[in-house]
């Protein structure tokens, strides 16, 4: 029955099931209980970025096992396997967020070394925090076999005790990680007590699951099934939800129809698809991270998809569900709502999304949408005709300060807030800014200049979270401006432009500013400018004594940082899908 289904002889695992040759490798898996039967069926890598660092991956095992029931459901063998997650809310404001960034491409290389060197003939993914989403689906578009992906579900939204003695601003309201990071700075400031802030750090994530609000993990995750990569609405459920089990399940399932039909990430994963994912981060008003992540995706699949590009759907997309941190809502409202499936609904009365593209279930985008029955409901998901804003959430900015662009969100921003202009407050890393904002050593109306913060200059391009968070817990987030060829968290909210390109090391405009220089900020005309003149800035690039010594000498920094691109690419650190000579399939 199952050889009538699956042809051995077209699949990656024959290399290392079939023949009198290949008698040592079946030992091995008799070795580990594996019957005749489940040793010649398909072997169905199921990846999960599981460990106990924090609550975005600790439900993630739970979650593999109802995937794997799944894959032995249709007659498929799992084979599950780890890699690696740095979880971005705990390595904020150190030396350990430099390894955030580096970790995507880790976790890419380690799951494609995975799957080659056991033959693996397709994967289920799991993923639970920033960057170890698209990590997960680099490494599926990558090796361009049968993928699915499934998200471990975001956290539930916090809430302090009833009489809790807390201000009144924190009380009866979901809480979020942002409002941690926030809450820091209010008791630096004075307007919140060491004792506050401690009830408050017990409440605020009282869950498993990844951050709760539009940031990072759930603007990936709305990707994941925008693309196509997931099944509709599996990114939607709060991690503890049993329901989760449920789309784990069917997820398993889901991939052996893959096998069979030969879909492959790369027939899911085009240049239309990625058009849609943009959307799905412009009409949430996703993390900016997205323009990073969508080019990388794009860049293993051999497509040019850049900053740009993204930037250009951005422009031209309503922004119409109101989610944190700019937003009042969180991921479970949104999942209640009807998810991702009905923003894609709203979005295609718009004529905004390509209804062609297909999916992992083996459907088009547009006959999963036929699907939909449920409707915006006004609160959290608005009627794509009366949105928050005619412009996404997020936009891009260019100019004589960023030739390669850079990205802002704008998400929850009135308009009299989208154009900036104030007086260079140079900082020649976060740490320095940091101390500032702790100190209050700067004013009204500085545009923070946080530079040697990029991929390779870093390395590892950092988040500023701690740095603007705290602003806002000082009540200055909308008073002063910050730009950096670093990151901002997809919890970040004011005036912060992040991947300016160039780079400091790579000798950007950035790298040339000095305090006082009169910087303009436009995201309504998407503009970046410094008041400073082409033959100023070329007799100062003249000047420029090469990029600031880092400390990292030796290590998967030290290689990252030699091998990573400019930010606008993705910050990718290999050739991509236009230079491959084979298909691991056909190996």
């Given at each position: ?61 739970r979650q593999a096992q109802a995937v ?231 860049h293993e699949a051999g497509i040019d ?283």
């Amino acid at each position: 029955m199952t050889s009538q289904r699956f042809d051995k002889s077209k699949l990656p695992s024959r290399h290392v099931t079939e023949g009198p040759a290949r008698a040592p490798h079946r030992s091995y898996y008799y070795a580990m209980g594996m019957t005749d039967a489940e040793i010649h069926q398909p072997l169905v890598g199921v990846a999960t970025c599981w460990n106990e660092a924090a609550p975005c991956n600790i439900a993630l095992n739970r979650q593999a096992q109802a995937v794997k029931m799944g894959v032995k459901r249709e007659q498929g063998t799992p084979r599950e396997f780890t890699t690696i997650t740095v979880t971005d809310g705990i390595a904020m404001g150190h030396e350990g967020m430099r390894s955030s960034l580096a970790s995507r491409e880790a976790i890419a290389d380690t799951v494609e070394l995975t799957m080659r060197g056991h033959c693996y003939d397709a994967i289920v993914g799991l993923a639970g925090c920033d960057k170890s989403l698209p990590g997960m689906m680099m490494a599926m578009i990558r090796l361009n076999v049968p993928s699915v992906f499934l998200y471990g579900g975001s956290i539930l939204p916090g809430r302090a005790p009833t009489g809790a003695a807390v201000p009144e601003d924190f009380a009866n309201r979901d809480l979020t990680v942002q409002d941690m990071f926030e809450a820091v700075g209010r008791q630096q400031s004075g307007s919140l007590s060491e004792a506050e802030l401690e009830i408050l750090e017990r409440v605020a994530c009282p869950s498993a699951g990844a951050c709760g609000g539009q940031f990072t993990a759930n603007t990936m995750a709305c990707v994941s099934e925008a693309i196509g990569l997931a099944l509709p609405n599996s990114a939607g459920a709060p991690a503890p939800y049993e329901s989760r089990d449920a789309y784990a399940e069917a997820s398993g399932a889901a991939v052996m129809n893959l096998i069979e039909k030969n879909i492959r990430a790369r027939d899911i994963v085009t240049r239309k698809s990625l058009e849609n994912a943009a959307r799905i981060v412009a009409c949430t008003g996703g993390s900016t991270n997205a323009g990073l992540h969508l080019p990388a995706m794009a860049h293993e699949a051999g497509i040019d998809f850049f900053l740009e590009d993204v930037c250009e759907i951005f422009r031209d997309t309503p922004y119409f569900v109101d989610l944190k941190p700019g937003g009042a809502y969180v991921a479970k409202d949104l999942y209640e709502a009807g998810g991702v499936p009905v923003v894609m609904k709203e979005l295609r009365k718009a004529g905004l999304i390509h209804e062609d593209c297909i999916t992992a279930t083996g459907y088009s985008i547009g006959e999963e949408i036929d699907k939909v029955s449920l409707e915006a409901d006004g609160r959290v998901i608005y009627p794509v005709e009366t949105p928050l804003s005619k412009t996404g959430g997020v936009v891009g900015l260019k100019g004589n300060l960023a030739p390669e662009g850079a990205i802002v969100k704008i998400a929850g921003m009135e308009p009299q807030h989208q154009l900036f202009t104030g007086p260079a407050r140079v900082f020649e890393c976060e740490q320095d800014a940091f101390e500032a904002v702790q100190n209050r050593t700067y004013k009204e109306g500085d545009v923070f200049v946080i530079r040697n913060e990029g991929p390779a200059g870093g390395p590892g391009m950092r988040e500023m979270l701690a740095t603007t968070a705290a602003l806002s817990g000082q009540g200055m987030g909308k008073k002063v401006a910050l730009i950096t060829d670093g990151r901002f968290s997809g919890a970040t909210r004011g005036f912060c432009v992040g991947h300016v390109g160039p780079e400091a090391a790579h000798g950007g405009p950035i790298a040339l500013l000095k305090d006082g220089d009169v910087i303009t900020l436009n995201a309504i005309e998407g503009t970046i400018s410094v008041d400073v003149s082409d033959a100023e800035m070329a007799a100062r690039k003249a000047d420029w004594k090469g990029p600031r010594p880092t400390i990292y000498g030796a290590g998967a920094l030290w290689k990252y940082a030699k091998l990573v691109g400019p930010t606008y690419l993705g910050a990718v650190t290999h050739p991509g899908g236009k230079d491959e000579g084979h298909e691991y399939m056909a190996l």
